[in-house]
């Protein structure tokens, strides 16, 4: 029986891990397209929590979690665009534009949502048709039944949010429209030698706008997840740093679709054993401090970056803006 409790607590931990990958997941993807193109996105986190908001705010006006996730779709995608407009367009920093992005989805996110729901900054509850319901494949239901691997079956691969089966289902067409298109190609010559692709006849400028869009769907999709599907309702800095922490994992799978995956999987299990840890008692000492725990993945990411961040080779032409030549 105790390895049997064992077992299923081992399960409990990866289906969480799961669960808390997504929004990680859809956030390093999207930072992939932008960077791939050239273009550093600081603003992974802003565009997650302006798509959390909206999404949130949507679904619980229309009750209808699929306009809510159109919605933060939306957002995110305007804003991406309004980084392109200056970073590609105008040359801008492109740090100081993400960062001003954060800064400004922050406070005005909150603010919005306390002027039309009063309640402190958050949005309503949200139930029923205004929230992603579980995905149950009742035609498999016998998989169940088989020992070990229906444990695994139910807990790990059946049971999950629309949006997880997407996000999966979407990594290996990312890694296709990478490095097997002629889009992908063209994406990485912009952030690797934009002067060669603009002398082919192609502009620079549009292939960013492009990723930049393709960024802003991820963003939002990962946004809406948070808010409509992994909780219940808008909080503030509901995204807690997941941007940075995504960001993190793009750098560790050094730009790569599926060693991104996998960075984005070792925070999101770190995420997921300090919540399983918080109240851990250690013989002799006592339980360990909650704040300790907390700090886990975060911890993990700087240890992460500080061993592999001079090892990984951003594009070329990453974060530098592009002058078409005379």
């Known amino acids: 029986m ?3 409790n064992y077992f299923g607590s081992i399960l409990l931990l990866l289906d969480s891990t799961v669960r808390f990958s997504i929004p990680l997941m859809l956030a390093a993807l999207a930072g992939m397209f932008a960077e791939r193109s050239g273009v550093i996105d600081i603003g992974l986190e802003g565009k997650m929590l302006a798509a959390a908001f909206v999404a949130a705010s949507l679904s619980a006006v229309t009750h209808n979690v699929w ?11 305007l804003l991406s665009l309004i980084h ?26 909150p603010t919005l949502s306390n002027a039309w729901f009063g309640l402190a900054g958050q949005t309503p509850q949200l139930s029923g048709d205004a929230r992603f319901s579980h995905v149950i494949f009742p035609s498999l239901e016998s998989i169940g039944q ?5 444990a695994i079956y ?27 298109t002629s889009f992908g190609l063209q994406l990485r010559a912009a952030g690797e030698n934009p002067h060669a692709l603009d002398s082919s006849g192609i502009s620079v400028t549009k292939i960013r706008y492009q990723a930049m869009i393709i960024c802003g769907i991820l963003c939002g999709m990962a946004g809406a997840y948070l808010s409509t599907a992994q909780s219940s309702a808008f909080v503030r800095d509901m995204t807690a740093g997941k941007g940075y922490l995504a960001l993190a994992a793009l750098i560790f799978g050094r730009w790569n679709p599926f060693a991104t995956v996998a960075a984005c999987l070792i925070f999101a299990f770190a995420d997921a054993l300090q919540i399983r840890l918080q109240g ?22 700087i240890l992460v970056l500080a061993g592999f961040v001079g090892k990984a080779i951003p594009p070329k032409a990453s974060g530098i803006p592009f002058v078409k030549d005379r």
Do not use: R
């Open 67 to 77: 306009i809510g996730l159109l919605g933060g779709i939306s957002i995110s995608i």
């Open 146 to 150: 088989i020992p070990i691997i229906g």
């Open 84 to 109: 392109a407009y200056a970073c590609v367009s105008f040359n801008g920093n492109q740090i100081v534009s993400g960062v001003a992005l954060n800064i400004l989805v922050a406070g005005l996110a």
């Open 154 to 180: 139910a807990v790990l691969v059946n049971d999950h949010y629309p949006l997880t089966y997407i996000t999966f289902l979407s990594i290996p067409l990312i890694w296709w429209l990478l490095f097997h």
């Open 280 to 301: 851990f008692d250690i013989p002799g000492l006592g339980p360990i401090p909650v704040q300790l725990i907390q700090i886990l993945p975060y911890v993990l990411t």
């Open 2 to 4: 105790a390895d049997i």
